[in-house]
């Protein structure tokens, strides 16, 4: 199988502390991951190290079919590669119109001077409106973001990194603070999401990562400590260990 | 197109009301009506429009985009300059030339402008031109360098600062530090601007002798009211659309502009370039009017001012820019002019000359804290918006963030 993203034994330490260690992680380019782990395993290190947030000690990040190296890369430029993240707490332009929300995550060139000349059409209007009937906001378009409510906001990032159509999307506690229902939505949401394009979703609840049916990597301590079905992983003893303690 | 849009009912409304009162500032002067304008009130007039542009300028790279610059007066003063050198220039050429009428031999090139250098610098000891006055004699040229000197020195400034990731408190810092290193810079006689002395009688233009000043002052108003309606238009257009989505989400959380995949920095630099290139023809247009421009002009405290007017007016609104900048600085040229009567305390007398200053801090102490939104803020009582209800939080994580009351639903 290709892969798309392929971690290559990355460290990083912040101030002694040794956040990723000698980490390694590869995903095919229709694939959906669910990572887990403890808190303080390197999860959210992770995603900053692959969207260049954060720069690491050692170790190389490749990206696509020419393997692209993703560390020379500022953040935009690797966004516009085609890696979209979605943050914890939910991270959108409250005082925008949903509307003005989703038609900046548009996949549209994006330097200054285009951006300044750029009229929407008719086509991007409606690509606003199918991604806002896709996460359930059709009604709400003129509306500005910041009245939303939490479980909206989620769904209307989600949205955003649709229309960014990357094609690995970095998904960070997608069901954090939702109900039964708009979790199954949000599960649906990237379901279908992944038969298209690679999805990683860290994620601290079982349940929704069983929903996700998916391969599940766990993280401890910066390194990856075992792969495979959630089954398999939890039956592990040291991952056992891990999340429960001596 | 621009018209059937309700999103531009203000832009309408603005241009309407800016033609109305030009117009009727024009038919009230001396050159035109019956003389209930003053020339000098016009003159003060028209600088008030000019300031009302560089405020636009301001707002656009403060309200909009989150950049607190207070440097950008630096750049204003910096298109006076640019233009008043040719003023100065052309001018006193005129006259040299005039004083060799009567002479038998005609003067050589050389002799013109060996003159013109010991009428301007004679004040500050030095006889030659100096290097940087080399297209002084050209009209166009200097008015290139109105544009070319305040854009140049904002890319490199800018460039250099927000390729480092230098932001908030910092970047202000910074901005200050420059428009005091360029006051400190004019204030040598040296620099060849003349020093502390500046560049003056920029009010009589050359060739224009014949001219009255109360004509020349009513074209200079409404090449200003012209300016500020296209530095209206745009900048309206700059923020409205996508390019004005992006700003306002570089303002509010830049890193979630960035993992969008803009080029963050690629934008600030446009606005805050965008912003000095109009600043500097503001700064063209308003020194003739004053007729003098000297280093304290671009002393640190006049872009402090200008941030004092956005934020008067109400920041993020272009329209509050305009209003900040037009209600303060006459407020501040009736209190500072000496005709605002003091008040006597019995104890104490309060002369307005001494405490406007005061007036106005205290004011906009007052504004911040309880009237965010600025004068601003009253259209949108009048029109039925509200504040969103968040429990004070800001809109957004960054420092320059819009704040909840700032905001409408």
């Not at chain 1, 409606?126 to 059709?138: H, Q, S, T």
């Not at chain 2, 008030?48 to 707002?59: E, G, K, P, R, W």
């Not at chain 2, 790279?61 to 233009?83: C, D, E, K, R």
């Not at chain 2, 600085?329 to 001494?354: E, H, K, M, Y």
Request: some cysteine.
């Amino acid at each position: 199988m290709s892969t798309l993203l392929e971690v290559q034994g990355v460290s990083v330490t912040f101030d002694g502390f040794r956040a990723i260690n000698n980490l390694s992680f590869a995903i095919g380019p229709a694939e959906m991951r669910a990572i887990i782990g403890p808190n303080g395993a390197g999860k959210t290190t992770f995603m900053d190290i692959v969207t260049g947030k954060t720069r690491p000690d050692s170790g190389n990040v490749l990206w696509g079919e020419r393997s692209v190296s993703l560390l020379r890369l500022s953040e935009s430029q690797i966004a516009q590669a085609g890696i979209g993240r979605k943050f914890q707490r939910p991270t959108v332009f409250e005082d925008q119109l949903v509307s003005e929300n989703l038609m900046m995550a548009l996949r549209r060139p994006r330097n200054p001077l285009a951006v300044l000349f750029f009229r929407p059409a008719r086509a991007d209007h409606a690509r606003v409106a199918e991604l806002a009937a896709e996460i359930g906001l059709a009604d709400l378009l003129g509306r500005k973001a910041g009245e939303l409510s939490h479980g909206q906001k989620q769904w209307l990032e989600i949205g955003m990194l649709l229309a960014q159509e990357p094609r690995l999307l970095l998904v960070d506690e997608p069901a954090a603070g939702m109900t039964l229902a708009e979790r199954e939505h949000t599960t649906r949401l990237l379901v279908e999401a992944a038969k298209t394009r690679a999805v990683v979703v860290v994620e601290h609840d079982m349940d929704f990562v069983r929903r996700l049916d998916c391969r599940v990597t766990v993280l401890h301590e910066g390194a990856v400590l075992a792969e495979g079905s959630l089954d398999f992983v939890t039956q592990n003893p040291q991952v056992i260990e891990v999340y429960l303690g001596r | 197109m621009i018209a059937f849009n309700p999103r531009n009912t203000s832009l309408l409304i603005f241009l309407g009301l800016l033609v109305i009162f030009t117009v009727a500032v024009t038919l009230m002067s001396e050159a035109y009506g019956p003389g209930l304008v003053s020339t000098s009130f016009v003159k003060t007039l028209g600088k008030t429009l000019c300031l009302c542009l560089v405020a636009l300028a301001m707002d656009v790279v403060w309200g909009y985009t989150g950049i607190l610059s207070l440097g950008h007066f630096a750049f204003f003063g910096l298109g006076g300059y640019m233009i008043g050198m040719w003023l100065m220039y052309a001018r006193t050429e005129d006259i040299v030339i005039a004083s060799f009428a009567n002479s038998p031999l005609p003067p050589t090139p050389e002799e013109i402008v060996t003159g013109i250098a010991t009428q301007i610098f004679g004040v500050v000891g030095a006889s030659e031109l100096p290097p940087i006055w080399v297209f002084a004699h050209s009209f166009w040229a200097q008015m290139a360098l109105v544009v070319l000197v305040p854009g140049v020195l904002a890319l490199v400034f800018g460039w250099l600062a927000f390729r480092s990731r230098v932001t908030g408190v910092y970047l202000s810092i910074l901005t200050q530090a420059m428009t005091l290193a360029l006051a400190l810079w004019l204030f040598q006689n040296d620099s060849g601007l003349r020093g502390n002395n500046g560049l003056s009688g920029l009010q009589n233009l050359p060739g224009a002798d014949a001219i009255p000043q109360s004509l020349i002052s009513i074209w200079f108003f409404w090449a200003s009211a012209a300016a500020l309606a296209a530095g209206y238009l745009l900048f309206h257009w700059v923020v409205s659309g996508k390019f004005g989505s992006v700003l306002r989400g570089i303002r509010d959380d830049e890193a979630r502009v960035r993992f969008l995949g803009y080029p963050v920095e690629g934008f600030k630099l446009f606005v805050f370039t965008l912003t000095a290139v109009v600043a500097g023809l503001a700064g063209a247009l308003y020194y003739p009017q004053a007729g003098i421009i000297n280093p304290a002009e671009v002393a640190p405290i006049a872009s402090v001012y200008l941030a004092v007017w956005v934020a008067i007016g109400g920041r993020g609104r272009l329209y509050g820019a305009v209003i900040g900048a037009a209600f303060v600085s006459l407020v501040s040229s009736w209190f500072t002019g000496g005709r605002a009567p003091d008040v006597n305390l019995g104890f104490a007398t309060i002369q307005w000359v001494d405490w406007w200053l005061i007036v106005l801090g205290l004011s906009f102490v007052a504004v911040t804290i309880l009237a965010p939104k600025g004068i601003g803020g009253l259209f949108d009582a009048f029109q039925g918006l509200r504040t969103p209800d968040r429990k004070g939080a800001p809109l957004g994580p960054d420092e320059g963030a819009l704040q909840e009351k700032e905001a409408v639903k």
